[in-house]
């Protein structure tokens, strides 16, 4: 295994718990849970060396983007 493998981790900084934090509400449990299911079928689908190539910052990276498009989809209805 390469030193670049080690350093990678595709879920660095993402809460894959299934427990619901104290100060997280219902909604954002579900929506939390709802992304993870998501992106680990999608690792699954893709591989590690696939998924680390589309999203070199890992799930976070993605979680961003998508945060990013519906703030932008909700400013775009206003």
Same mark, same amino acid.
């Given at each position: 295994?390469?030193?670049?493998?080690?350093?990678?981790?595709?879920?660095?900084?993402?809460?894959?718990?299934?427990?619901?934090?104290?100060? /997280?509400?219902?909604?954002?449990?579900?929506?939390?849970?709802? +992304? #993870? @299911?998501?992106?680990?079928?999608?690792?699954? *689908?893709?591989?590690?060396?696939?998924? /680390?190539?589309?999203?070199?910052?890992?799930?976070?990276?993605? +979680? #961003? @983007?998508?945060?990013?498009?519906?703030?932008? *989809?909700?400013?775009?209805?206003?």
């Amino acid at each position: 295994m390469s030193e670049k493998e080690k350093k990678y981790s595709a879920f660095e900084g993402v809460n894959l718990s299934n427990a619901r934090e104290e100060s /997280e509400s219902f909604d954002d449990y579900k929506s939390r849970r709802k +992304f #993870n @299911q998501k992106i680990l079928k999608l690792y699954r *689908e893709l591989g590690p060396r696939q998924f /680390e190539a589309t999203f070199p910052g890992g799930a976070l990276e993605l +979680f #961003n @983007q998508v945060k990013n498009l519906e703030s932008n *989809e909700v400013q775009n209805e206003l």
